[in-house]
Every structure is written in C-alpha cells, then in structure tokens.
C-alpha cells in the first residue's frame, strides 16, 4: 500500500514537471518566432519587393491596447526567394508562415511580369500554407494595404479575410482563391484566372496612422469591389459589383445576394430581391461555329420595394419579367465585355472540355478566335413566392 502511495506520488510530480517543461519549451520556441500574418509582393523597376506583416508579441496582451497590432517589414530582390532571403537576415526571429492567411499582390506587377512566377514560388515552398488566400491590391502597393490601421481588427490581415468571407458569404461579388486553383488554371488552359481585387477608400496617408480608428467613423477603409480577370497568367481588367456577382454565378459561388432594379415603369423607384438559391448552366452546341445556351434559374424573396403598386398579384409577375429582362442584359453584357478582352474567363471552353473533351481538343488550338466568333443564347428564369397584395406583405 505505501508502496502505492509512492509510484502514486512520483507520476503526479513526473506529470506536472512534464506540463511546466513543455509549456517552458513552447514559451522559448514561439519567443524565437516571427508570426507572419500575411505576405505582399509588389515591384520596384524590375526588382519583387515583398513584404511581410508580423504579429506583434505584445499587442493581445491585457493592457496593451494602445500597441500596434502588428509591424511590416519589407525588402527587395530579383527573385522572391531572394528577397525573403534578405529579411531574414533583417529580422531578428525566425518567420513562422504556418499561420499566413493572406497574399497581396500589385496591379502593376502582375500586368508586366504576371503571376506564375509567385504562384510556382508557393506550390514549391513547404514553409507557406497552401490555403493562403490571393488577392490583387488595386491601385495602391500590397505594402500600403499591409500597413494600413484598420477597425475592428489591429491585424489587417485578419480584417481583410473577415471582409473576403463575408462578401462571399453575402454579397457574391468575390470568392477565395487559392494557389492550387490559380495554377491550375494556367496548367489546364481551358478557363482564364480570376483573384479577387481589394483597393482603399478614403486618404491613404492618413490609414497609415492610429489616428484612422480614434474616429467613430474611419476615414481610410478597406473595400473588396469584385474579380479581377486574366489572359494567360497576366491581369488584364477588372470586373465591377454587378459584373463580379453574374462571374460569380457562372463559377457557382453564390450563397446569396441581393438584387436591385427600376420597378416597371418607373425608372427613379427600385425593388430589392433577396436571391436565396441561384444556379446556371452554359449548354455546348456543335454547329459551323461554337454556339452555347445559358439556363439561369433565380428564386428569392422581396426585401424592399419604392413601387407605387403592390408586388402581390398581378403586378409581381412583371416584376419578375423586369427582373429577368434586366438580369440577362447584364449576363449579355459580361460576355460581350469577356470577348472584347479575348478572355474566356466565364468559363465556356471549360464547358466544352467537360462535355465533349475530343470536340475541345480541335477547337483548343484557335479557341480565342473561335470564341470571339461563338453565339450565346441566354435564358432568365426568376421565380418569386407570392407575398400578397399589399405593401404591408414585403419583409422588412
């Protein structure tokens, strides 16, 4: 029995020693770590210049609610590896990438020099997380957005992914975009590559400082506006709200959006359709020249209406046919835009590859002609549960 009592005592005290050991082993590692909580490529001339926003040690403690969230160090290079080389021998811990949840990159860079360059770079690289999420800095530097002082969040980084999932969650003008989907894109060829785009509205300079959210309502903000689209792996435009929500739709991203138009005949009131289920279908066609139908099905309910009739019967069924008239124009409109940019970036000769692969085979070597040449026929079907004769029926 006491010698029970002893082994008793000596595997208590073994497993405590082992808990304080280890959580002191654990203190000293992550002390020795960087935490890098996103990275930013930009150019300079015809050097990458990347960036890499580290979490401060300090600034989740009690207490320390004035301190930064985190700090941005940035360098240059010819190469990507080269520059990540260079910050290491600037930074005094080790970077930790185990932990980076976003990617930005420049405009301007991926204009010139494109994006394969990167995407190779992180598909290779074991260090980097392949769920790192890829978006385009529009019109200001990857490094500017890094170093902005945003609300709610002190790490922008983590603000940005807040942002991207719940526009993709809500709104469907954007979606994430991973390594592995860029690249095989560009490997496949038989779909052109998209990334959301992420820009700042307000005075830049002053999002540079703490003083952006000493303000009830911040001057500089981050905004998501859309997609931005390629040909081959360099950006050629980018996509506005309502062109972002139709791409959305072909590429089945939609959770839910609302919709706005004119009520009928009556150009200066609008009504509001809360999209609760959305889907399309693109229908290749072999004739002399490649010819698809688009069946796109649209079912929501009514969230807010300035029509001065009711939206119950009859007057809901013109309200649906507004809908659909109004929808396929701006369908029609995105595919015409596709084909101006010689982008098949909606995604026709992937339905073509997926349907009939050898007729994608011939029609592969010259498809950005081919395309350009194809017809479209786009059909609008929008469903609208009854909500009564009255105003007093719409949801709030």
């Known amino acids: 029995m006491k010698h029970s009592k002893i082994v008793f005592i000596i595997l208590f005290i073994s497993l405590i020693a082992f808990f304080v050991i280890g959580h002191t082993v654990e203190s000293q590692l992550i002390n020795k770590l960087a935490i890098v909580s996103a990275i930013g490529v930009d150019m300079d001339e015809d050097q990458y210049v990347v960036s890499v926003q580290v979490i401060s040690p300090s600034s989740d403690q009690k207490g320390a609610s004035e301190e930064l969230g985190a700090v941005v160090h940035k360098e240059k290079g010819r190469t990507i590896t080269e520059a990540f080389r260079k910050l290491n021998t600037s930074i005094s811990r080790t970077l930790f990438f185990d932990d980076t949840d976003i990617l930005i990159i420049q405009d301007q860079l991926l204009e010139t020099k494109g994006i394969t360059d990167i995407t190779d770079y992180l598909i290779i690289n074991p260090i980097v997380s392949s769920n790192i999420e890829i978006l385009v800095s529009k019109d200001v530097t990857a490094n500017t957005i890094l170093r902005t002082v945003t ?4 790490v922008s980084a ?27 894109d560009l490997l496949n060829n038989i779909k052109q590559t998209s990334l959301p785009y992420i820009t700042i509205q307000g005075d830049i300079e002053k999002g540079l400082k703490k003083e952006n959210i000493e303000e009830y309502s911040p001057s500089t903000i981050f905004k998501l506006s859309g ?26 991203k939609i959770n ?35 010819s698809f139908t688009v069946d796109v099905s649209v079912e929501g309910e009514i969230r807010e209406s300035q029509c001065s009739k009711s939206v119950g019967y009859p007057n809901l069924e013109k309200i649906q046919k507004h809908y659909e008239a109004e ?18 970036f909606i995604g026709f000769g992937k ?35 009854l909500t009564g004769d009255s105003m007093s029926n719409v949801s709030p």
Request: a neutral charge; glycine letters at 2%; charged letters at 30%.
């Open 227 to 252: 997609m931005a689209v390629f040909k081959e792996d360099k950006l050629i435009d980018f996509l506005d709200d309502k062109e972002s929500m139709i791409y959305s739709m072909f590429q089945k």
């Open 151 to 154: 609300p709610v969040q002190k």
């Open 158 to 184: 983590i603000r940005i992914k807040e942002i991207v999932e719940n526009n993709e969650l809500n709104a469907g003008t954007s979606f994430k975009m991973y390594p592995s989907n860029v690249q095989n």
């Open 351 to 385: 339905s073509i590859y997926l349907s009939k692969p050898k007729k994608w085979n011939e029609l592969a070597k010259n498809w950005d002609q081919k395309y350009k040449d194809s017809t479209v026929k786009v059909n609008v079907d929008v469903i609208i549960p």
């Open 327 to 344: 929808m396929k124009k701006e369908i029609e409109q995105l595919i015409t835009k596709s084909k101006e940019l010689n982008s098949d």
């Open 256 to 290: 839910r959006t609302l919709l706005t138009v004119t009520c009928p005949n009556e150009e200066d009131k609008f009504v509001g359709l809360n999209v609760t289920d959305l889907d399309s279908k693109i229908t290749f066609e072999e004739s002399t020249k490649p």
